[in-house]
């Protein structure tokens, strides 16, 4: 298995730019989750989908911050426009459901974000 | 809502010294996740802990669930260079249907 997928792996744009960051969750999975991570801030749960379905997006910082899955392989999480506060790693991360008690979460390799 | 506290944020020690992170939970947790993050990386999970009390070991690596189901602690006995990144838990409460909720993580730093 490729595990979880992410492209990005690094961005760089300018304040007010629009940017896209994608995730392809573990087949199988049907929790998908979106991170960010800074010094500041430390590991920050934005949202979590199942079977595609947005659950909770408390999480997300503002109406800038925008995600969707529309299929179980693919997921976005758009920000528009971009701040430089927004710089910072994205993780985005999947499970299966399997039975109550299993939590175990498989971490995409993150895209580095950098708004100037 | 649910809060999750890691002690100490920073940690350094002598290869071959003792180290340990402290987890706690504002609220009852079903269960307990501790997570590796090496630097420049991502989260690995390391282990699950469910019962009351529970202790589970991995070569040198000890891992605790407090009798009340609301603390952990991770030891790590001679620690290696290796053993550098930071240590994160993540708790999970009954109400919740899916997500966990993460502390803030123990950087741990190694001197050859």
């Known amino acids: 298995d490729a595990g979880v997928i992410q492209s990005p792996r690094h961005e760089v744009t300018e304040m007010g730019q629009e940017v896209t960051l994608r995730c392809k969750p573990i087949?199988?999975?049907?929790?998908l989750f979106w991170y960010r991570q800074t010094m500041m801030r430390g590991l920050e749960l934005l949202i979590y989908f199942n079977n595609n379905v947005p659950i909770d997006d408390s999480g997300m910082p503002e109406d800038r911050f925008s995600a969707k899955m529309p299929n179980a392989s693919f997921s976005t999480l758009k920000i528009q426009p971009s701040e430089p506060r927004d710089s910072a790693v994205y993780f985005c991360?999947?499970?299966?459901?399997?039975?109550?008690?299993?939590?175990?979460?498989?971490f995409g390799p993150g895209t580095r974000l950098t708004v100037l | 809502g649910q809060q999750v506290m890691q002690i100490p944020q920073y940690q350094h020690v002598q290869e071959g010294e003792d180290f340990t992170t402290y987890c706690n939970s504002s609220?009852?947790?079903?269960?307990i996740q501790w997570y590796k993050q090496r630097p420049g990386g991502h989260p690995v999970f390391l282990i699950q802990?469910?019962?009351?009390?529970e202790v589970k070991k991995q070569k040198r690596l000890t891992f605790q669930f407090g009798e009340a189901k609301k603390n952990s602690s991770l030891h790590i006995t001679a620690t290696q260079t290796t053993d550098v990144g930071t240590y994160f838990c993540a708790g999970r409460v009954t109400t919740n249907a899916g997500k966990s909720t993460f502390g803030d993580g123990t950087t741990l730093t190694v001197k050859p």
């Open positions: 609220t009852t947790l079903s269960n």
């Open positions: 991360a999947s499970r299966p459901s399997r039975d109550y008690t299993y939590n175990e979460q498989f």
């Open positions: 087949s199988g999975h049907d929790y």
């Open positions: 802990l469910v019962k009351s009390g």
